[in-house]
């Protein structure tokens, strides 16, 4: 029997236990995996703390929504990938923290991208290129982003620069530095920031990142919510502003797209660190913390 981090309960990461878990055969279209490493998002944090009830577990839940691996069992439907490929996986039904995980939406892993970068892609890779999408920003348009230096803000910034948009980044002192080497423009987040994005010039559109009730300035700046979305602030309906959430269809290819560009050289990640799968409870804890400012993945030998 395999083992994965079951989460046993709502509550402090002690409630993530390394537990003996059936092994999954997969279905339709899936692939199992698997897993050399996997990431830790801050929504496996509010899933594990009980903030986010509404999103329904199973007893004994396996968080995780990314993961890369190797290819270990074929479902039916599946062409183009074989047993023994290298994959990274975005996990929309969770089990990323597992010796095995079933992923539906996947990509080759080429060689030189690390396990560990390979973990690091799928959630925040997915939800840039889908914001992107959504928003239509263009060549010559300027883009306000608030979050910067966080995992999807990074990889934001860089596709958004990379298509010919100006990027003004909203970011903490800590991170001014960073934005400029991706491209953007830093302006200071905090009280008066409206202030300080006007004096750059016109806004065409805002993508929140943070989710730190910042749409009442995104709308003033854009000019309506049309062209303002976020991906985790709960007002956004009280505001009229798009709150983007992960699905199958929000942005096909973007795992392809940005392990490709990974794998060039051409696309950079939020600095992070890896500890073993085992010690989940332990990454957690420390994420909490708020001591640790780099991403955590979680590794099996």
Known sequence: MPNAVVMTGYGPPEVLKWAGVPLAEPGEGQIR???????????????????????????????????????????????????????????LSLGGYAEYAVASIWARKPDTVSWIDAAALPTSAEAAVGVLRQLGVRSGETLLLFGGGGSVGIIA????????????????????????????????????VAGRVRALGAVDAVFDAAGTGVLADAIALAGGPKRVITLSDPAAADFGVTLSEATPDRAPGALDETIALLAEGRLRLRAHKSMPMQQAAEAHRQLEGGKVHERIILTLN
């Open 157 to 192: 910034t860089q596709l958004a620069v990379a298509m010919g948009v100006t990027v003004i980044s909203a970011v903490g002192e800590h991170d001014e530095t960073l934005a400029l080497e991706l491209g953007a423009t830093p302006v200071r987040y905090g009280p008066g």
């Open 33 to 91: 995996i698997k897993v050399k490493a996997a990431g830790i998002s801050p929504t496996d944090l509010a899933l594990r703390a009980g903030y986010l009830k509404a999103i329904p577990l199973p007893p004994d839940a396996v968080l995780g929504f990314e993961a890369a691996g190797t290819v270990d069992a074929v479902g039916p439907g599946v062409t183009g990938t074989s047993t023994g490929d290298g994959v990274t996986a975005l996990l």
